[in-house]
């Protein structure tokens, strides 16, 4: 095991106690493959490999109460983790390709990205995919051994990310659906309805909810603040679903873009949960990349702070921990912890692991607790490492490409305040706090 003390002065006398005494516990075999800050305890591992040779790969998480699902490219999986030390697997489903593999939950209603043009002969649940299908499964996970498909949604290009938008109003899901294409920017707009989740169906496409921006991993607060911010090209697009904007639940209106020097290839927008800023991260190289080097440009290993009412910049984080030439590193999927105490991000960088950062002061922010994986490598870049980061119920979900979920507990004094919430859809904030 290597342990990096960096950040022990940043800790509380009894924090630091807290992460001392539960370092003496013998952790899970996958942390001597670490660097990790004395503030990340290592608990749980359940494994689903995955080969770079036809590439499938462990995606994105979406949480429901103590159970996670993990999408992959050929399927989900779904896992119980109450206890995170032992979490167990429920179901391994692997009859729904299609790549990508981003997850909803919605109680027993999971919706899935099917991101690639079907080849002939595709199959989904053992039911037959239309040649050149592409765009969002829905499945009944009321029996997790026995997922059962119940609709399918095809959108012009696919889905790449998807982002659930409860509207109980109505009584149905919103899904905004984001192709990650220039040949159709903006989002689509999917209904599932609950009564009735076979009757999902494409409701405005993008054409009709258009920015002008190719749309990836779109956040969502609703709340006082309704608004989406979709990362996309050279920046991110903000919409409103405030009436008084001329928006909507069902049909958000655009409201303006930035555009971020440096950048081409923007893949996340977040909000804190006060609807105050948003948070950009990008790609550069599509994620395939070795871009977080010491001898990296600064632009390629950055995350930004934006003023979401004006779009004005308030400030950036750079990543401090250089990774080797061997190693596929960005910023990826991330979320913002659910605390009063500040602003706190738990992020991931592909192989450069788990960053939680502090940007409560967004001009100032900094790393106060990392996970760092050793390469696959030390002679080649084979693609791995964290597609998804996030915090959830005192717990942080580490989604790896190539070996499956790891869960960490956090020792932080920062989220000491942290709300505990009964589901989790990481890109979806459903209400305001602050």
Known sequence: MRWKATVSAMLGTAALVFATAAATAAPPPFASTYT????????????????????????????????????NYDGFRII??????????????????????????????????WNSPAP?????????VPQGFEGLHVFDVSNPADPDLVASVETECGSHTATGVPDPDNN??????????????????????????????????YTEVGSGRSCHDTGVILGDTLKAACAGGNGFSVFSMDPAD??????????????????TIGHSAAFTWDGKYIIFGHEPGGGGQARCQATSSTVDKTLFFYDAETGAQVGTFVNPRPQTATENCTWHNYNVVPTTRGYVLVAAQYQGGISVVDFSDPANAKEIAFADPAALSETQLILGGDWSDYYYNGRIYESDITRGLLIWRPSIRALAAAKMLPHLNPQTQEFNIG
């Not at 002939?120 to 037959?128: I, L, V």
């Not at 989002?187 to 496409?205: K, Q, R, T």
């Not at 001329?246 to 950048?263: A, H, I, M, N």
Request: with cysteine.
């Open 246 to 263: 001329g928006g909507s639940l069902e049909l958000p209106k655009f409201q303006y873009s930035v555009q971020v020097p440096g950048v």
């Open 120 to 128: 002939a002969g595709a199959t989904c649940d053992g039911e037959s």
């Open 36 to 71: 990790y800050s004395n503030n990340m305890h290592p608990l749980g591992f359940s494994a689903r490999a995955n080969t770079n040779s036809p590439f499938t790969a462990n995606s994105d998480l979406a949480f429901w109460g103590k159970t996670a699902y993990q999408g």
């Open 172 to 205: 149905r899901l919103l899904v905004y659906n984001s192709a990650s294409s220039g040949a159709c920017p903006g989002l689509d707009i999917v209904s599932v309805p609950l009564a009735n989740p076979g009757g999902a169906s494409l409701i405005h496409p």
């Open 80 to 113: 119980d983790v109450t206890e995170p030390d032992n979490p167990v697997q429920l179901a391994d489903y692997r009859d729904c390709a299609g790549n990508q593999g981003d997850v909803i939950i919605w109680n027993n209603i999971l919706v899935r990205s």
